[in-house]
């Protein structure tokens, strides 16, 4: 049941040195570079994406991500969902309009797997990087590295899954698209989706709290996702595993990190859900080729480096 989540809005990374970021996000990624605030903090977004950004970049001393930002439908909307995520026992906090430049005001919540979330209503439009809202052409000129459009998800590691995915469907209105299940039927693995996309958050059952697997990017086509997989070696970036396809999903895909160790992806096509499709089950025999379709197996780096 919906309850007024549109989609995913935002999320703030830290990274060791900005500069070198800059490098990976604006110049390999090719997300646009929108301005920098007062806390230096600097604000990038994908060509196509309407709102003024969608990822913060944070110079901390250690890597990692400070939360994860959902658009909802209306002011009154946010009130309903504070009063919810008070009522289901979040630790909520209201953060005001303009702390994030161009964005109103945010609620702020904690999960059981140790992540922070928010919900905002309002955030300035500046519309799609270089192309117009009438009669536009087909992409803009002068994009640069990958071309990412837009942030699309995040893969999340924490324990008590089973609470943030409660949290997920019962208060802000996600389905679980999909699944990783042991024998016994625990569940290690929670893709949601609150639209038509295979998924917009997915969490893994992870001994330590708040952790970021990784932020993944959208690419329009398998043969941008192999360009990426070039520009990669081509700047001699620190690869994962790719260019390949995921079982879970369907999705093709290729994993790099960022200079401070985050974890991006870049991606392309995969599975469409809606409300009334049953989940889709992968089970933990199978778990290799439900993570590495054409591999069949996991290396240890993908299941344990996480910032």
């Given at each position: 049941m919906r309850k007024g989540v549109l989609r995913p809005g935002h999320i703030q990374i830290r990274v060791l040195d900005m500069p070198e970021a800059l490098k990976h996000y604006r110049d390999l990624l090719g997300l646009i570079e929108v301005e920098t605030d007062n806390q230096g903090r600097v604000y990038l977004k994908g060509w196509t994406e309407i709102d003024k950004f969608s990822l913060v970049l944070r110079e901390a001393d250690r890597p990692g991500m400070d939360f994860v930002g959902y658009k909802v439908v209306s002011e009154a909307a946010l009130d309903r969902l504070r009063e919810d995520l008070v009522q289901f026992g979040c630790n909520v906090e209201d953060i005001p309009a303009g702390e994030l430049s161009g964005c109103g005001r945010r609620v702020r919540f904690d999960s059981p797997t140790g992540h922070m979330f928010e919900l905002y209503a309002d955030k300035e439009q500046t519309g799609k990087w270089g192309v117009s809202a009438t009669n536009p052409e087909a992409w803009p000129r002068g994009l640069r590295g990958m071309k990412a459009t837009r942030f699309d998800h995040c893969l999340l590691y924490g324990p008590n899954i089973a609470g943030t995915q409660r949290l997920f469907e019962e208060v802000l209105g996600f389905d679980l698209s999909e699944q990783v299940l042991e024998a016994d039927g625990t569940r290690i693995a929670a893709f949601m989706?609150?639209?038509?996309?295979?998924?917009?958050?997915?969490?893994?059952?992870?001994?330590?709290?708040?952790?970021?697997?990784?932020?993944?990017?959208?690419?329009?086509?398998?043969?941008?996702?192999?360009?990426?997989?070039?520009?990669?070696?081509?700047?001699?970036?620190?690869?994962?595993?790719?260019?390949?396809?995921?079982?879970?999903?369907?999705?093709?895909?290729?994993?790099?990190?960022?200079?401070?160790?985050?974890?991006?992806?870049?991606?392309?096509?995969?599975?469409?859900?809606?409300?009334?499709?049953?989940?889709?089950?992968?089970?933990?025999?199978?778990?290799?080729?439900?993570?590495?379709?054409?591999?069949?197996?996991?290396?240890?780096?993908?299941?344990?480096?996480?910032?």
């Open positions: 989706s609150v639209g038509m996309k295979a998924h917009d958050v997915a969490f893994i059952e992870h001994p330590e709290p708040g952790k970021l697997h990784h932020a993944s990017f959208f690419l329009n086509t398998w043969e941008d996702v192999l360009r990426a997989a070039d520009l990669i070696s081509m700047e001699d970036v620190s690869l994962d595993i790719g260019p390949t396809r995921h079982g879970l999903t369907h999705g093709k895909t290729i994993y790099f990190f960022d200079p401070s160790g985050n974890r991006s992806e870049v991606f392309c096509e995969g599975d469409y859900t809606y409300p009334d499709h049953p989940t889709v089950t992968w089970t933990t025999d199978q778990i290799g080729k439900s993570i590495f379709y054409h591999d069949r197996t996991l290396n240890d780096r993908f299941l344990t480096v996480v910032t």
